[in-house]
């Protein structure tokens, strides 16, 4: 499973545009995908139609402490289309803050509820607020990926230094590493200001930027303004051409983008890290065929403060199989899509090294 987040603390860029857009088409293409709004101003649900005045649930009772242990995403869900569901928000969010002040693990309560359901999902794209609070914050760490919409304007690349600068903070207080990637929106070559700021961002970003560019569309906002995505509204406009074009680029890169997984988050290409994320567990331990299954202290993770396990180990080029020791249950490793079964019937995590 895949988790983007779309994040730019700038507004007017095109944030919900992409997350209601991306999501419909991965789902065209049979992806299974969740959109979660961590917008307080309720856009996704705007842009899709769907009320939220007379809803018993938003995104805020999954975040808050009196009921997000008891409720899952998935079953305050709206469902859009048949692989595409969505949880929206409205204007409790913005309190959120005030209600998780000094609580630890705050900044981690939408990756929990994440992990509660990860497998019923291929795709969730989380739609971030244009600020670098406490909501950006839970998209982040909760996120595998993150794009990042900039339109062509003289001030669109303001402020996107602090975003980067966060994610690696992140990356170096918890091991969590987020991929970035650009993608330019609002796109009118016609105009020299387009031309020049695409220029400004590909030589900022440089590889690490969609080739797919969101051109300027009426029709996109027609399309919001019925409360459709593109692809419900008009499939010759030229929003649904490159939405879709976006969608097969990202899908294109899930077998890259799986191998970073497995040899970055799962282990870093320096160190061999491993990592799981079991905030509520007591002892996590790793066992492997590098140890002959045999889960010693030598082998127990430590736990930093986001309820993130870690632990280093020196392997020589190959193949391994794995599975972690949470609390004496043997778990797969979540975050590592390849896997082959065992004798048991479970599933082992493999890591190819070298």
């Known amino acids: 499973m895949r988790t983007i987040?779309?994040?730019?603390?700038?507004?007017?860029?095109?944030?919900?545009?992409?997350?209601?857009?991306?999501s419909a088409c991965l789902a065209h293409q049979g992806k299974r995908v969740l959109l979660i709004d961590m917008d307080p101003q309720g856009h996704v649900a705007l842009g899709l139609n769907i009320s939220t005045s007379d809803r018993a649930h938003t995104v805020f009772d999954i975040l808050n402490l009196t009921d997000g242990d008891k409720l899952s995403l998935t079953g305050i869900s709206e469902k859009v289309s048949e692989n595409f569901h969505v949880v929206p928000s409205d204007i409790s969010l913005s309190t959120l803050d005030q209600h998780l002040s000094m609580v630890e693990g705050r900044e981690s309560r939408l990756k929990q509820a994440i992990m509660r359901i990860h497998s019923l999902y291929d795709m969730i794209i989380i739609d971030c607020p244009p600020s670098l609070g406490l909501l950006t914050f839970n998209a982040l760490i909760a996120s595998t990926e993150v794009l990042v919409p900039i339109e062509m304007s003289l001030f669109s690349l303001h402020g996107i230094s602090k975003l980067v600068d966060i994610i690696a903070s992140i990356k170096n207080k918890t091991g969590h590493e987020i991929h970035v990637k650009a993608l330019g929106t609002m796109v009118d070559m016609r105009t020299r200001i387009a031309r020049?700021?695409?220029?400004?961002?590909?030589?900022?970003?440089?590889?690490?930027?969609?080739?797919?560019?969101?051109?300027?569309?009426?029709?996109?906002?027609?399309?919001?303004?019925?409360?459709?995505?593109i692809l419900d509204y008009s499939k010759t406009a030229n929003g649904f051409k490159d939405y879709g074009m976006l969608a097969k680029e990202v899908l294109s890169d899930e077998k890259t983008r799986h191998q970073h997984l497995a040899e970055g988050n799962v282990t870093s290409k320096l160190q061999n890290q491993f990592t799981f994320y079991a905030p509520e567990a007591n002892s996590v331990k790793i066992?492997?065929?590098?140890?002959?299954?045999?889960?010693?202290?030598?082998?127990?993770m430590e736990r930093d403060d986001s309820g993130t396990w870690t632990k280093h180990i020196s392997l020589k080029p190959g193949t391994y199989e794995y599975r972690f020791i949470?609390?004496?249950?043997?778990?797969?490793?979540?975050?590592?899509?390849?896997?082959?079964?065992?004798?048991?019937?479970?599933?082992?995590?493999v890591l190819k090294i070298g």
């Not at 987040?5 to 991306?22: F, P, V």
Request: net charge negative; charged share 25%.
């Open 287 to 300: 066992g492997g065929n590098f140890n002959n299954w045999n889960p010693t202290d030598e082998f127990r």
């Open 196 to 229: 020049e700021v695409l220029e400004n961002i590909r030589e900022h970003f440089r590889e690490a930027m969609f080739e797919t560019l969101i051109r300027s569309n009426v029709t996109l906002k027609e399309a919001a303004g019925f409360g459709k995505a």
């Open 5 to 22: 987040s779309i994040a730019n603390q700038k507004g007017g860029c095109g944030k919900t545009t992409t997350a209601i857009n991306l």
């Open 326 to 349: 949470v609390d004496g249950e043997w778990i797969e490793d979540h975050a590592n899509s390849n896997y082959v079964s065992n004798a048991y019937g479970d599933k082992n995590s």
